[in-house]
C-alpha cells in the first residue's frame, strides 16, 4: 500500500524532533504514549498498517493522525515532534491561534489590541499611567472600542461582565509571553534581575583552585551595641550607637572566609575595603577573648593559622559589586597595580553575581547575632528586635563583645560542612585542593610582601614650603604643618616636591621621600594634630568644625578636643556622633571610660593647734558671732577660709 506520506522527508524531520523521555510523561499515560510513539516510528520506518495495528492496538486512521500531530510547529517554527503524542496535551500551531468571541473582537479591531498591550505595559504613546491595574484596563479598553464604533448591544457590552475576566486572561497570556515588557510592571530589583540573569551564556565559569575566585562585599550586622559617654561632671552615660559593618572576604572554590574587617562608621569605606583584603593574605594570630567564654576550633579556625604555611597567599580575581568605596581610584590603583589582582565589578544592582558571599552574610545572621536578645532581626516587622536596645543594655553588649563573637562566629563557620563541598568544611576542601590536589597558590615574597603588608598606605606628594618669615622648611598636608630635623635643618628641600606615604588610621604621622627615593624620614604633625593618634577622616571633619566655629587658621586652637566635646554633647540625641566618640577613643589607643582609673580626691591638710581652743564657755559665745569672725577667733593659724 503507498504511503501518505514522503517516508525519506519524514525520517529526516524526526531527526530534529527533541526526544522526550517516557519517565517525564504523567504515570497514568506513559502506557498510552509509549504505544504512540512506537506507532509513529514503526510507520516512519516503514512498517505495513497492519502490522504496526497488531503490535500497538492503534487503528490505521488515528496512526496518520497521530503522525500529522508531530510534523504540526509551534509559533517559534520548530516541530512538536512527539510531545504532541502525550494525552490530553493541546496544541498551538503556528497559525493564528485566537479563538473565541474576544479575540474575534480583537482581530476585527486591530487598533484595540494594540492600545490594549500599550496601556498595560506603559507605553507613553497611550498612558501616562506606569503600572496600570486591570479594573482601569477594563474601563479604557470599552472607552476605546465605542471610539473604534462598536454598539452598546455588540459584544462585550452584551455580557453581564463586559468581557472582563476574557480581558484579564488575555493580559495575564500576554505577561508570559512578553517577560521583558512585563518587567516595566515590577519593583526595581525584580526588573535589574528579569533584564540581567538567565538569558545567553554565562562568561564566569566556577573556580576550582583556592585562592583563585574571592568573592567580597560589606553587610551591616543586626545585632545593637551601646558606646560610653562620659559628661562633664563624670559621670558615664551608656549611649545605643550605629550597627556596625563587616567587610568579608569569601573563597568561591572552597567557601572560606580568608578574612574580613569590621567598621563603625555609618558606611564603610575605601579603606575598610583594602583591610579586608589585606587581611585575608597577612599571617594570622589567635585573639584572646576577654569576655566571651568560649574558644577556637582545634585547628584554629582560619586557613592562615590552620596551615601558615598559605599565608601571603596571592589572590588572583577579585568579585565586588559597584559601590563607590569600591569603584575608588585609591582601590583600583593599589590593587590592581601593586598586587595584579583583577578586578571583577558584574552587572549594576545584581548581588546574584555575587550570590557565594551574599548567602555567607544570611548565614552569618540566622546562625550566629539572630539568636542574641539585641539582635534586630532581618527587617523592622521581625519580632526578634523587640526592645533590642533595652536588652543591649541589660547585657552589656559593647563593640568589643561584637568582635569576638564574629571572630568565633567565622571560625565556626569554616568549620562546618557545606552541601556544595559535598559535606566538607571549608578548610578540609581546601586542604584536599592545595596538598592533595597540588593546587598551590601563589606566595608573595620580597617586595611583594612589602607590598601586601603596606597595602593600606596611600600615597600622595607635596611641595616643600618654607624660607619666607624665618620659617623652616615643611610639609602641608590636610590642614596640618609636618615638620621632622632631617627636613627642617636646611632649606636645601624648599621648592622640591617629595612622596609620601600615609596609613589613614593614623595621619599624625607620615613618612617622607625625595623625588630621588632618599628616606626622609617620619614626619610628624604639629600642634594637637601630632599629639593625638586620628585618622584621615577625623581630621577632615574636625577641620569642618574648626571651619564653622572661625578658627581653623588659629595656630594654638585644639580642633581634635573641641571635635570630641562638640560630639559628647551632640552625642545624647545622635547615635551617630556617639559612635564617632567612641571612635575616636578607640584611635588615640585610650581606655573606656568606666575602666579608666579613678582620679584621687585632692585632700586640704590644715594644721590646728587644739592647745589654743576655748574653753567649752566661751563657744556659746562665739557661736553668736559671724562666721567668718568665729573662724578666725578658733583657727589663728589658717588666717582665714
Not at 562620659?230 to 567587610?247: H, Y
Not at 627615593?517 to 586620628?534: D, N, P, Q, R, W
Amino acid at each position: 500500500m503507498q504511503k501518505k506520506y514522503d517516508l525519506d522527508e519524514l525520517a529526516l524531520i524526526r531527526n530534529t524532533w527533541p526526544d522526550t523521555p517516557v519517565e517525564s510523561v504523567p504515570e497514568s499515560c506513559r502506557d498510552v504514549f509509549r504505544m504512540r510513539k512506537m506507532a509513529v516510528d514503526l510507520y516512519i520506518d516503514g512498517a505495513r498498517m497492519t502490522e504496526i495495528e497488531v503490535i500497538t492496538k492503534i487503528a490505521r486512521q488515528n496512526i496518520l493522525r497521530l503522525v500529522e500531530r508531530c510534523c504540526m510547529q509551534t509559533k517559534a517554527g520548530d516541530y512538536y515532534g512527539y510531545t504532541a503524542l502525550i494525552p490530553y496535551n493541546v496544541l498551538a500551531n503556528n497559525k493564528d491561534s485566537k479563538s473565541g468571541l474576544f479575540q474575534t473582537l480583537l482581530q476585527k479591531y486591530p487598533e484595540a489590541d494594540e492600545y490594549l498591550k500599550g496601556c498595560y505595559f506603559g507605553d507613553k504613546k497611550y498612558t501616562t499611567e506606569r503600572v496600570m491595574n486591570k479594573k482601569t484596563l477594563h474601563e479604557k479598553f470599552l472607552a476605546k472600542l465605542i471610539d473604534l464604533g462598536v454598539e452598546t448591544y455588540e459584544y462585550p457590552f452584551n455580557t453581564k461582565n463586559r468581557g472582563y475576566q476574557s480581558l484579564c486572561a488575555y493580559v495575564d497570556k500576554l505577561a508570559s509571553q512578553n517577560i521583558n515588557e512585563a518587567a516595566n510592571r515590577l519593583l526595581k530589583d525584580e526588573q535589574q534581575k528579569i533584564t540581567s540573569t538567565g538569558i545567553g551564556d554565562r562568561f564566569t565559569y566556577p573556580s576550582i583552585a583556592p585562592f583563585s575566585v574571592v568573592q567580597v562585599d560589606g553587610h551591616k550586622i543586626d545585632i545593637e551595641y551601646y558606646v560610653e559617654i562620659e559628661n562633664i561632671d563624670g559621670t558615664i552615660t551608656k549611649s545605643i550607637a550605629l550597627r556596625p559593618w563587616l567587610f568579608a572576604v569569601i573563597d568561591v572554590s572552597t567557601r572560606c572566609i580568608l578574612g574580613y574587617s569590621v567598621s563603625q562608621s555609618e558606611n564603610y569605606s575605601q579603606y575598610d575595603v583594602i583591610d579586608a583584603i589585606q587581611n585575608a593574605m597577612l599571617p594570622r594570630k589567635k585573639k584572646t577573648f576577654s569576655r566571651i567564654k568560649s574558644a577556637y576550633p582545634d585547628n584554629g579556625g582560619y586557613h592562615a593559622i590552620a596551615y601558615p604555611q598559605l599565608s601571603y597567599s596571592m589572590i588572583n580575581t577579585v568579585m565586588l559589586d559597584n559601590a563607590k568605596s569600591h569603584l575608588a581610584n585609591n582601590t583600583v590603583k593599589r590593587l590592581t597595580e601593586r598586587l595584579g589582582i583583577t578586578l571583577n565589578f558584574g552587572s549594576v544592582a545584581t548581588p546574584e553575581t555575587r550570590g557565594i558571599v551574599e548567602r555567607f552574610f544570611g548565614t552569618l545572621e540566622t546562625r550566629g547575632f539572630h539568636r542574641f536578645p539585641m539582635t534586630t532581626g532581618s527587617n523592622t516587622r521581625d519580632p526578634k528586635r523587640r526592645e533590642a536596645e533595652k536588652q543591649c543594655i541589660k547585657y552589656d553588649m559593647t563593640y568589643d563583645d561584637v568582635c569576638e563573637i564574629l571572630e568565633l562566629i567565622i571560625a565556626e563557620y569554616n568549620n562546618t560542612p557545606h552541601s556544595s563541598l559535598q559535606n566538607l568544611t571549608p578548610l578540609e576542601c581546601m586542604r584536599r585542593r592545595v596538598f592533595d590536589s597540588g593546587m598551590m597558590p601563589f606566595i608573595a615574597t620580597g617586595r611583594l610582601r612589602t607590598a601586601i603588608d603596606n597595602l593600606h598606605y596611600i600615597g600622595d606628594t607635596r611641595i616643600v614650603r618654607g624660607g619666607k618669615s624665618g620659617k623652616r622648611a615643611y610639609v602641608n598636608y590636610n590642614g596640618a604643618v609636618y615638620r621632622n630635623d632631617a627636613l627642617s635643618i636646611t632649606n636645601d628641600y624648599i621648592g622640591q616636591k617629595i612622596y609620601l606615604e600615609i596609613d589613614p588610621h593614623d595621619i599624625s604621622s607620615i613618612d617622607a621621600y625625595t623625588s630621588d627615593g632618599i628616606y626622609l624620614g617620619e614626619l610628624h604633625a604639629c600642634g594637637e594634630f601630632g599629639a593625638k593618634s586620628h585618622s584621615l577622616k577625623t581630621r577632615k571633619e574636625s577641620l569642618k568644625v574648626a571651619k564653622e566655629r572661625g578658627y581653623e587658621n588659629n595656630p594654638f586652637a585644639s580642633p581634635l578636643s573641641v571635635f570630641e566635646q562638640e560630639l559628647v554633647a551632640r552625642s545624647k540625641k545622635s547615635r551617630r556622633s556617639a559612635t564617632k566618640v567612641d571612635q575616636l577613643r578607640r584611635e588615640q589607643g585610650k581606655q573606656k571610660p568606666s575602666e579608666a582609673p579613678a582620679k584621687p580626691a585632692e585632700v586640704v591638710k590644715i594644721n590646728v593647734d587644739t592647745s589654743s581652743l576655748p574653753p567649752r564657755e566661751v563657744v556659746d559665745e562665739l557661736r553668736k558671732l559671724p562666721p567668718e569672725e568665729r573662724v578666725k577667733t578658733l583657727f589663728p593659724s589658717v588666717g582665714g577660709v
